[in-house]
């Protein structure tokens, strides 16, 4: 998809557990769901800017993982791991997103020396977020490179 143009994320709380992440490409659908389902695409755009994905596992099929490790560009790896609930192609993808160790295991976000947003609890789902992404966009990060 490179050389193509998109819009910035827009990004909006539905509900208390679950983030709209929605984008817009001046690609074709198809090209844009294979980029958020295929690993060595993902590997290639997906994550923060500055950021590099030296592993991603996708089982597409609803209860198929989606397993990925992000690395800063300190070098701290991010594990994380999505669980398909729909997947519409090449319209939709919905999964339960959270934070994961190497072995794909959910855990706090306390174990990325993240803090609990203030008044929260353990039992009140930092761990596990639902996620939304419209049009096969899978990412909620400003994809690399700027755009």
């Known amino acids: 998809m490179a050389g193509r143009t998109s819009s910035p994320a827009a990004v909006t709380m539905s509900s208390d557990q679950e983030l709209v992440i929605t984008r817009v490409f001046d690609a074709p659908r198809d090209l844009v769901f294979k980029a958020g389902t295929e690993p060595q695409r993902l590997m290639r755009w997906s994550g923060p800017n500055g950021f590099t994905t030296p592993f991603c596992k996708v089982d597409l099929r609803p209860g198929?993982?989606?397993?990925?490790?992000?690395?800063?560009?300190?070098?701290?790896?991010?594990?994380?791991?999505?669980?398909?609930?729909?997947?519409?192609?090449?319209?939709?993808?919905?999964?339960?997103?959270?934070?994961?160790?190497?072995?794909?295991?959910?855990?706090?976000?306390?174990?990325?020396?993240?803090?609990?947003?203030?008044?929260?609890?353990?039992?009140?789902?930092?761990?596990?977020?639902?996620?939304?992404?419209?049009?096969?966009?899978?990412?909620?990060?400003?994809?690399?490179?700027?755009?």
Not at 119 to 134: K, L, Q, S, T, Y
């Open 64 to 147: 198929g993982v989606f397993h990925y490790c992000m690395r800063s560009p300190e070098g701290q790896d991010y594990w994380g791991r999505g669980v398909y609930r729909e997947i519409v192609e090449p319209e939709r993808i919905v999964y339960l997103d959270s934070f994961a160790d190497e072995e794909g295991t959910p855990v706090e976000p306390a174990h990325y020396g993240m803090s609990r947003p203030p008044g929260r609890n353990a039992g009140d789902g930092d761990v596990h977020r639902a996620w939304r992404h419209d049009k096969g966009y899978p990412a909620s990060c400003r994809p690399r490179g700027g755009s």
